[in-house]
């Protein structure tokens, strides 16, 4: 059974477009994060949740929301896509709340292109 | 600013031969530090981890990481490579802000036969 798992894995699009990347954990952690790994492989944290709660929210611009139906989900949904937006993004989730000692668990990953 | 730092980009190594990937930390206490690997195409995945205790940390896939306060330092090792090693290596430590978690440039690691 996949513990973090990511829809879709690949996501083509235009300028101006709209997007939402899914993110689905069944590991029964409280906390999710996203993150966004550009094409030098460099990792840099955008959101965290916990229970449902925004508890990270990293320099990202506006058109960047993450939205958490329950603790198991959090989306990412991205207005008016810029070329700037590609990039891999993962989802992760720990344990319990953002304690440095909690190890995370990531996502496969979902490699968006914007054209 | 707590940090990690992996000075190597990419390493190359032949199949057999040993393999040390060195990870440098900047925290006044001991810190927590992850090293995590990212195959191809595929999300990151935890190798081991340090917290306290012993320093050298056995992990998954044959690899073990030495924490050493006297060089800062957090370097992962595996005796003997296989090209499926061949991967992204991240280095992770806590941030100094608000976030748990702050991960290294990464060091790409090429197998030859």
């Known amino acids: 059974d996949t513990a973090v798992s990511q829809t879709p894995k690949y996501l083509v699009t235009q300028m101006g477009n709209d997007k939402s990347i899914k993110c689905e954990q069944n590991l029964g952690h409280d906390t999710m994060y996203w993150y966004k790994q550009d094409s030098k492989k460099f990792l840099k944290i955008m959101f965290s949740y916990n229970n449902k709660e925004l508890i990270i929210n990293e320099t990202v611009p506006n058109r960047f929301s993450p939205k958490s139906p329950d603790k198991a989900h959090l989306n990412l949904h991205i207005n008016s896509l810029e070329l700037g937006d590609s990039a891999v993004y993962f989802c992760?989730?720990?344990?319990?709340?953002?304690?440095?000692?909690?190890?995370?668990?990531f996502g496969p990953g979902t490699r968006l292109t914007v054209l | 600013a707590q940090s990690v730092t992996q000075p190597d980009i990419h390493i190359t190594v032949s199949e057999g031969a040993s393999l040390e990937l060195r990870c440098n930390y900047s925290?006044?206490?001991?810190?927590?530090l992850f090293w995590y690997v990212q195959s191809p195409g595929q999300g990151l995945q935890l190798l081991l981890k340090y917290f306290s205790g012993d320093t050298l940390v056995q992990g998954i896939k044959g690899f073990e990481a030495e924490f050493k306060r006297s060089q800062s330092s957090f370097n992962l090792r595996k005796p003997s490579v296989h090209w499926s090693d061949a991967a992204e290596y991240f280095c992770a430590g806590p941030s100094s802000g608000n976030t748990p978690l702050v991960f290294g440039k990464g060091t790409r690691l090429s197998v030859i036969a």
């Open positions: 925290y006044g206490a001991t810190p927590y």
């Open positions: 992760a989730s720990s344990p319990s709340g953002t304690s440095e000692r909690d190890t995370q668990y």
